[in-house]
Structure formats: structure tokens, C-alpha cells
């Protein structure tokens, strides 16, 4: 029956090729239909030329590759190479995404850069996991966590025993700031500890932020096994790392992946749905809405069935997550490949050098709403090389910089949030994305399982 489907997947993003590679993987025919010339979406390599036109410091010296001979991380030739879009973390507990990557060609263990949960705010806090049993290491690593009386390491450790006993499940949603100061985590402890760990999991300020979201992260990456809460950072850059091995696997199969190609509009007839893009129509069984939320919005909105469901997404608010890469001089290195700064406009610092042999290559990351929006691109980049002068003593000057801001990069992941299911009124239409209906605020483990969700519903119409 399987062999009847003959699916068409919007969007090349994560949520896209999950959904391709989970139906091609059951026989299923499929077409991939991606805007952009690049897929991967919002997870996606950027090429990089010191030369190019939208070069944020273009008067700067050009850059040069560092002779050392090491082979560098993408480049492409002399002055370019592969940025990504942001900094992309994936976490030991994201098993769908790192499933995917192995399937279609990844091997974990080379692709990423793999830490044992660590927390470093710079100079005022330290919290480093032992590798212990869980949830013994989280214990363990926050009675020893370094710039917090041990008064406080013990409530922040209760918490989270308090929070296993509930099965980390609230009866009514509140803000991730009103469920810790209800526990007694004081603002310190707060802005040391939880603060961060909410901004970068939700990508929300931590008084708007879903407590429950929270918690689902908690659960997964803290609660589980030890290798559960690693951090890993990739080698590659995101659109090699999955998208990119997805479409070979698709083209194995002898299934398609246009790039290029736009959808401009969904017409259901019946048992088919035709598309309308930029290089033409066909007509499919099925239709996998994979988008971004505005794009979905913007496709279902002429459609009358599905004009509910993008009222709907119309309703979702959004954040923004800057990343600052700054070009050094090949020897200059942070003293890891991850860390924060305390009270600064840098959140996390990465040294691409050792994570993605990018030597020299810093990229600081600025998550959600704040007061760096103020800035200008320039001033915003020159701030964050004053931080680094001023807060890890890196004298020198960057050769370059480049300042990539998304102002909606995810959807604000707020209390009580509704979020659209997979299932729409029509049911040859399906929606994907990191923004609908899951345990997980928007990232890459929450996209790549709508994907495979929306796989699995297809399925289960049609198996017998
Ligand atoms: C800067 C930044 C940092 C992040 N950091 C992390 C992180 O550390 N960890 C983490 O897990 N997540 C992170 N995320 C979130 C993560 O990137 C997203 O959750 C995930 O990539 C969303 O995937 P998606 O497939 O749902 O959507 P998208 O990536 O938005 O994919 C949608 C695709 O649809 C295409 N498209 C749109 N309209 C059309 C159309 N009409 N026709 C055809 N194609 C169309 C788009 O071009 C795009 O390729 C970050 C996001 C950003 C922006």
C-alpha cells in the first residue's frame, strides 16, 4: 500500500528531510521541494568570502587561511569558507536527529565535538559533570560547582529531585521564573545557573518561558543517562552534517530533491494535491507542509480548510538569536571550545578552532530579545571584541567579522503556548516543523521528530 503514496515534503530544513528519508526508507516515493538554493533551512552552512560584497568590515584586511597545513574546516578556496547560519548545539539525549544523521551516512563520534555537560560563565561560575552514573554526575557536578555557596548548589540540587518525584510534569503551565523562585532558587542562582540553561534550550527570557518546556529539556537531557546530557558541537557545518547525506540517500532511491523551487500554492482536489511552485505543477498523493511557520501560514491561509490552521501559526511570536564571528589570527584560542561570559552583551563563546578546525575562528552567540537589538551590526561586533580584550585578555584585533542576525530564528516558547498539530482538516495535508505540537521548544530534535511524525501518520492510514 506504501507503494501508492507519492509524497511531496515543503522544505529542506531538518523537519523536510526527516520526513523524506523516514518515508523513503519504507519505499515510499518522494519529492523534496526546497526554496532556497541551499537546503537545511535555518540549520544551514553559509558560504563566507572576506571578499564578498555584504562583508560586514570590507575595509579589513583580507583574510588568509593559516599556513599551519591542518586541513581547515570547509574552505572553499583561498579567502572562503563555510560558516553556519548560527552556532548549533545538539545534546546526547536528541536520539531522532542522531539516529538520522548515522542512517544517511554520519558517524557521531567524527561529526561532533562531544563534552560532558559543562557550564562555564566566566570568571563567576563553573559546573562540571563527572563522569559518573545519572542522575549521580548532576548531583555530584552541582554540589561542586564552582561561585556558588554551597547552600545554594544543595537547593539547586533539590529542585531538580523535586522535579524527578513529580515525573517533571506541572499541573498548570507558568513562567520557567516563577517555578524556580517557587522552589526556592534565589536570583542568583537563577541567573547563574537556570537562566542560561533556559535561554539556550528555549531561546526565551526566562520570565515569558514555558516552565513546562523547561522541564521536558530537563527530563531528557539531565534526568536520563550521563551520555544523555553531553553537549555535542559539530564538526561540519549543518547542511553537510544531514541535509545534504538526506538527499543523497533520497537520490539512491531514485527520489527527488528539488532546490530552487518555491511553492507558491497547495490546491487540494479530492484524493490529490496539486502544487503550484516556481518551476511548475504536479499533483501528489499526499503533501508534508515542512516550511517555516510564516511560509506554512502563508500557503495554508488561501486554502480554505486550512485557514484555521494558519490563523493559528499567524499567532506564534518569535526570537532572535545573533551569532558574531570574529576571524583571529590563527594562535589565538579560548582556554575551551565552549563558554560563557557573565554580565556581557556575548553570551557563549566557540572556538571553531578546536571544534571544526576553523583556526582562529570565534563565534559569540547572542540568544533571544535583549538590548544588543539596539546595536548596530558594526557596533554590536565591536562590543564583542571588547568583551574578549577585556573579560579573556585577547588583545589582538580580528582581521574580520561578520554579524549574522536572525530575528526569527525560533518561536518565542512561551507559557501555555498552542501549538498546531501534525494533522490538519484535509487529510492529505500534514504539518512539520519545529513549531508544531511536541515536548520540545523549537530545535533541531524537535523538527526532525515532527517530520518522522508526520511520516509515521501517513503510515498508519495506509499499511493495511
Ligand atoms: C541562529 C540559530 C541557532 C540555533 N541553535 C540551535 C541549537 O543550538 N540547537 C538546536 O537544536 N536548535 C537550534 N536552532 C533551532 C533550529 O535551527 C530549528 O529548530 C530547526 O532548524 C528548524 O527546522 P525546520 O525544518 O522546522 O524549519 P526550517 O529550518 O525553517 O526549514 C524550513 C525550510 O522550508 C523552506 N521553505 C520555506 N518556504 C518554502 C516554500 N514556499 N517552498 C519551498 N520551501 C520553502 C525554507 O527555505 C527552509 O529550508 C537554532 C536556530 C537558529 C536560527
Avoid at 557521531?108 to 563534552?115: S, V
Avoid at 563527572?130 to 552541582?142: E, K, M, N, Q
Avoid at 537547593?155 to 523562585?181: N, V
Wanted: hydrophobic content about 40%.
Amino acid at each position: 500500500m506504501a507503494k501508492e503514496l507519492n509524497v511531496a515534503v515543503i522544505g529542506g530544513g531538518y523537519a523536510g528531510m526527516a520526513a523524506a528519508v523516514t518515508l523513503a526508507a519504507r519505499g515510499v516515493k518522494v519529492t523534496v521541494l526546497e526554496s532556497s538554493r541551499q537546503l537545511g533551512g535555518r540549520a544551514r552552512g553559509v558560504p563566507y568570502s572576506n571578499q564578498h560584497p555584504h562583508a560586514d568590515n570590507e575595509a579589513a584586511p583580507p583574510f588568509q587561511l593559516p599556513p599551519d597545513g591542518r586541513k581547515s574546516n570547509r574552505p572553499l578556496h583561498e579567502n572562503n569558507l563555510m560558516l553556519d547560519n548560527g552556532q548549533h548545539i545538539l545534546l546526547g539525549c536528541y536520539r531522532h536527529t542522531l539516529h538520522l544523521i548515522e542512517k544517511t551516512g554520519g558517524n557521531i563520534e567524527q561529526d561532533f565535538l562531544r563534552l560532558p555537560l559543562q557550564l562555564t560563565l566566566h570568571p563567576r561560575f563553573e559546573l562540571k559533570a563527572p563522569r559518573l552514573p545519572a542522575p549521580l554526575h548532576l548531583l555530584v557536578g552541582l554540589l561542586g560547582a564552582k561561585g556558588l555557596s554551597f547552600s545554594a548548589c544543595l537547593r539547586a540540587a533539590r529542585f531538580m529531585l523535586a522535579m524527578r518525584f513529580k515525573g517533571f510534569r506541572l499541573a498548570h503551565d507558568i513562567s520557567a521564573h516563577e517555578l524556580l523562585r517557587a522552589h526556592g532558587q534565589d536570583e542568583e542562582l537563577i541567573r547563574l545557573l537556570w537562566e542560561p540553561i533556559c535561554i539556550s534550550a528555549l531561546n526565551t527570557p526566562i520570565h515569558m518561558a514555558s516552565a513546562q518546556v523547561l522541564l521536558n529539556v530537563l527530563r531528557d537531557s539531565l534526568n536520563g543517562s550521563r551520555a544523555d546530557s553531553d553537549m555535542l558541537l559539530p564538526r561540519l557545518n549543518f547542511t553537510a552534517l544531514f541535509p545534504q547525506r538526506a538527499a543523497q540517500y533520497l537520490a539512491q532511491r531514485g527520489d527527488t530533491v528539488l532546490t530552487s523551487c518555491a511553492v507558491e500554492a497547495i490546491i487540494p482536489h479530492g484524493d490529490e494535491v496539486e502544487l503550484l511552485t516556481t518551476q511548475g505543477s504536479a499533483s501528489y498523493s499526499h503533501v508534508i507542509c515542512a516550511a517555516s511557520p510564516a511560509s506554512s501560514a502563508r500557503l495554508f491561509r488561501a486554502v480554505p480548510e486550512l485557514a484555521g490552521v494558519a490563523k493559528q501559526i499567524t499567532a506564534i511570536r518569535y526570537q532572535p538569536i545573533y551569532t558574531v564571528y570574529l576571524q583571529y589570527p590563527a594562535h589565538v584560542k579560548l582556554a575551551q571550545p565552549m563558554l560563557g561570559l557573565d554580565r556581557c552583551y556575548t553570551q557563549w563563546l566557540f572556538d571553531k578552532g578546536q571544534i571544526a578546525a576553523q583556526p582562529g575562528l570565534i563565534a559569540a552567540v547572542i540568544s533571544a530579545e535583549g538590548l544588543h537589538q539596539e546595536l548596530s551590526h558594526e557596533q554590536l561586533a565591536q562590543k564583542v571584541v571588547q568583551e574578549l580584550r577585556e573579560h579573556l585578555g585577547i588583545d589582538t584585533l580580528p582581521l574580520w567579522h561578520k554579524v549574522i542576525a536572525e530575528k526569527r530564528a525560533t518561536f518565542a516558547c512561551e507559557v501555555n503556548l498552542h501549538r498546531p498539530a501534525h494533522t490538519t482538516p484535509l487529510p492529505n495535508v500534514l504539518l512539520a516543523g519545529d513549531f508544531t505540537a511536541n515536548d520540545y521548544p523549537a530545535t533541531l530534535e524537535g523538527a526532525v521528530i515532527s517530520g518522522m511524525q508526520c511520516s509515521a501518520h501517513l503510515f498508519s492510514g495506509h499499511t493495511n
